[in-house]
């Protein structure tokens, strides 16, 4: 039988390299189009108190957020030790709210405004006299759908 001879050495491929950017350039806009930006940065400190009753709510983006809690490290120097309250990126006053909520509706489209809630994210260490004021203020503003944040507690009473 004959042997045929053959190349031993066989060189590998050089790697195609023009359709990688093409692969990064996809990536890319798909990160930039799932990712959302954060809304606002909080200025304030909040610690979630423990709810046994907690739900989830239906439409994130008819929710306007209203934090209530005491300033963070570097911002009491400005603003001092007591509770306050932030609405999107500003340390404001009770007084503001009506105003807030005015804004926020303004915002949104005839057909969802009925359906606007007001979220309180509130610290567990904020005195109840304020959260009554500023449930008082949402009711004047016309503001009746409201919704505490808290976190879910396992033990059920």
């Not at 926020?104 to 309180?120: G, H, N, S, V, W």
Request: net charge neutral.
């Amino acid at each position: 039988m004959a042997k045929f001879a053959g190349k031993n050495e066989k060189e590998t491929p050089a790697l195609n390299m023009g359709s990688m950017s093409d692969i990064i350039f996809m990536l890319l806009f798909f990160f930039m189009v799932i990712t959302t930006m954060r809304e606002s940065s909080l200025y304030v400190k909040i610690t979630v108190p423990k709810g046994t009753e907690v739900s989830k709510l239906e439409k994130k983006s008819l929710v306007s957020y209203i934090n209530v809690g005491f300033p963070m490290q570097e911002m009491q120097a400005q603003y001092g030790t007591d509770a306050r309250i932030q609405l999107n990126d500003q340390i404001s006053d009770v007084s503001d709210i009506i105003q807030f909520v005015e804004l926020e509706k303004a915002q949104r489209p005839e057909e969802d405004r009925p359906f606007l809630t007001m979220a309180i994210k509130s610290d567990k260490d904020v005195k109840m006299g304020l959260i009554s004021d500023i449930k008082q203020e949402l009711r004047t503003a016309g503001a009746l759908k409201i919704f505490y944040n808290a976190a879910k507690d396992g033990a059920r009473k």
